[in-house]
């Protein structure tokens, strides 16, 4: 061993100079990955009423026209539920836009991402299709572009009109809680969950108000009222992934 | 004319036309899905990951005999295993490069395959998976420049540039150390790159890590040393000291002692849970779809017989019961991968409250994904092929073992 100038030790050194380095870089990694920005104003979420909620889709035709997502796909689909006191339960499943998203925490590229509303974003354009983020949600929110959507959307003009670029083949894409609609309605001094312009389209379609849009860090908002008012819970809160979509439950006694 | 068919006719021409048959299936493969794109497999939302994963893995885990061995030769000092160390790089070079062909297969968007070094997101393991594999390839073309030198073609044609890549030797034992950190990074990552996933309660253990890593090096190892076995076999441009090979795959016995060990505590531990998912994907294992791979495939054939091979002295001495031994750890590698990535992905754990709690996918690979996965594998066969024919990648010193 003596003959060549690479010791043991020297090798020693080097891994560990290595491992701590490589682990320091994993400690900032990990503060960055939690809590995306606090000291944002507007905390957007929905309350989704099981108790209205009748199963009709209007929400899906709506989203899939708003959003210009193919026939092939859903982002936020209506599941039955079973049923309480005879009456059957529907789940809608949008996006659950979660404080502690699996997908963002991920993605090799960073084309999930926290906006600083909290939204959970993608960045269409880096994306490289490896389908982490499929397999890291819990909630089978993703849905990948197996095909290219070509030829007109089935769902435009009887729902509504697109207002986003169509997704290429080859990435997965989600529900967004309409952030393009979020975001021109706030420019056009408008107030989501208020102002039709600017709450999410599946919100809107709603013909009988089983969901509800807003902030809630404003006390005033609707979502917070309800959230006040009811009890309610969040889809398998035990992964401890703060979903921004809160469900108020059928009742039991009623009815 | 003449020549074309004797050259048809002679063993190593018809080789080069089988491997050519499935070369070309793959790249016909390659093509149709690089234009219709992914929609030609039989992957899912809920099994977004498959075949070309499995192979994937099993190419790299199957390249980990070079960061192995080469950290055995320059940092342990085992200098005699140097020429086995030559022949596992050379074998690394092939593993890695097949992985990145799986990989931009596999991917939505091979023309983006570039951007996991660009765009950074530092707390995605698959980041850090991309980057040390890059980086690992980059080691891997340096520790091979040095082989490449021997072409006589090259050393007759551009004598300087063969005299530069020699050189390159200088610099083995640095490479070594980097290798083995790079190595020992991704080989365990690429495990916990199922292992963080909570969604999947099967997958989420910490020790996917640690069993990635060490069947990495028990199935790099003996890929190589089977490797090296058999171009001696088939042709005298490949010679090996049969006693450095034997030791080696001692070694490779006690890796996969080490390997049952942790793999039986690892599955101890699943039984006495009951959690959603958990003791569902154990018994997916141990009594379902996969329960013959895991237990033929993984257990029996891919640890337990070579094991016993391996560790007796009489049957490791026979070559021919030492080939099947390590043919047998080959294929126990890829199953492991195989059945790592499937018992997480076939059963889901509904995010739907008081609907049933655990739903089980399909997934069996479609004719594209198998023509493409035997296109690859023809791929890394040729490569190797070329190296002993014009590399001399297998080439032991056997003159001082005579005059010894």
């Known amino acids: 061993m003596t003959h060549t100038a690479f010791s043991r030790r020297n090798f020693i050194k080097i ?205 005033q908002s609707q979502v917070s009222a309800l959230l006040r008012d009811n009890p309610s819970y969040r889809l398998r809160e035990d992964l401890g992934t703060s979903p921004r979509v809160y469900y108020l439950a059928p009742d039991k006694e009623k009815k | 004319m003449k020549t074309l068919a004797a050259f048809a006719h002679s063993s190593w021409g018809r080789w080069l036309l089988t491997l050519g048959v499935f070369l070309g299936l793959g790249l016909t493969a390659a093509l149709m899905v690089l234009w219709r794109g992914l929609s030609l497999t039989n992957l899912t939302d809920l099994v977004p990951w498959g075949l070309w994963i499995t192979i994937d893995l099993t190419s790299i ?152 890593l060490l069947s990495a090096v028990a199935g790099g190892m003996s890929l190589t040393v089977l490797a090296s076995m058999l171009a001696a076999r088939l042709t005298p441009r490949a010679q090996v000291q049969d006693e450095l090979l034997e030791r080696v795959s001692s070694f490779i016995g006690w890796m996969l002692a080490l390997y049952l060990y942790l793999r039986f505590w690892d599955a101890l531990s699943m039984t006495y849970t009951y959690a959603p998912g958990r003791s569902e994907g154990l018994s997916l294992l141990t009594g379902g779809t996969l329960s013959f791979n895991f237990w033929v495939g993984e257990m029996l054939l891919g640890t337990l017989v070579p094991l016993i091979l391996l560790l007796n002295p009489k049957t490791r001495k026979i070559p021919l019961w030492r080939m099947m031994a390590l043919a047998l750890v080959v294929g126990g590698v890829a199953a492991y991968r195989w059945d790592t990535n499937l018992s997480g992905l076939l059963i889901l754990v509904s995010y739907q409250p008081g609907a049933p709690q655990t739903l089980y996918t399909m997934y069996r690979p479609s004719l594209v994904e198998w023509m493409a996965g035997l296109g690859i594998a023809a791929y890394g066969l040729l490569l190797f092929s070329l190296g002993v024919r014009y590399l001399k990648v297998v080439s032991h010193p056997q003159a001082e073992a005579s005059a010894a």
């Open chain 1, 15 to 219: 891994t560990g100079l290595a491992a701590a380095a490589a682990f320091s870089l994993r400690l900032s990694a990990n503060s960055q990955a939690s809590s995306p920005q606090p000291g944002t104003t507007r905390r957007w979420a929905m309350v989704i009423d099981q108790r209205k909620c009748l199963g009709c889709g209007y929400c899906v035709q709506a989203c899939r026209a708003h959003n210009d997502i193919s026939p092939e796909i859903t982002w936020n689909p209506v599941l039955p539920a079973g049923e309480v006191n005879g009456q059957p339960v529907f789940l809608p499943r949008p996006c659950m836009q979660c404080e502690h998203a699996p997908c963002v925490e991920v993605c090799p590229v960073g084309a999930s991402f926290y906006r600083p509303d909290g939204i959970v974003a993608m960045n269409y354009d880096l994306c490289i299709g490896c389908r982490y983020c499929e397999a890291a949600c819990p909630y089978a929110a993703r849905s990948f572009n197996w095909k290219e959507f070509t030829g007109p959307n089935p769902a435009v003009p009887e729902w509504g009109q697109p207002e986003v670029a169509r997704r290429p083949r080859g990435v997965p894409e989600k529900c967004s809680f309409c952030s393009q609609r979020i975001d021109r309605g706030l420019s056009l001094g408008l107030t989501p969950g208020v102002d039709d312009e600017a709450t999410p389209a599946c919100v809107v379609a709603c013909p009988t108000g089983a969901r509800a849009f807003g902030d809630l860090n404003d006390p």
């Open chain 2, 61 to 212: 885990a199957l390249a980990g005999g070079a960061f192995s061995l080469c950290a055995g030769v320059y940092l342990l000092g085992l200098k005699r295993y140097a020429p086995v160390a030559r022949t596992a790089t050379f074998i690394g070079l092939a593993g890695y490069t097949m992985a990145l062909l799986a990989l931009f297969l596999d991917i939505g968007r091979p023309d983006r395959f570039w951007h996991a070094l660009v765009y950074w997101n530092r707390h995605s393991l698959l980041w850090e998976v991309t980057l040390c594999v890059c980086l690992y390839l980059t080691v891997l073309l340096l520790e091979t420049a040095p082989i490449v030198a021997e072409w006589d073609w090259l050393k007759r044609r551009w004598p300087v540039l063969a005299q530069r890549l020699a050189a390159v030797h200088h610099l083995a034992p640095i490479l070594a150390v980097i290798g083995l950190c790079l190595s020992m990074l991704h080989q365990s990552s690429l495990g916990a790159v199922y292992g963080v996933l909570k969604a999947r309660p099967f997958w989420f253990r910490p020790d996917l890590a640690a069993l990635f």
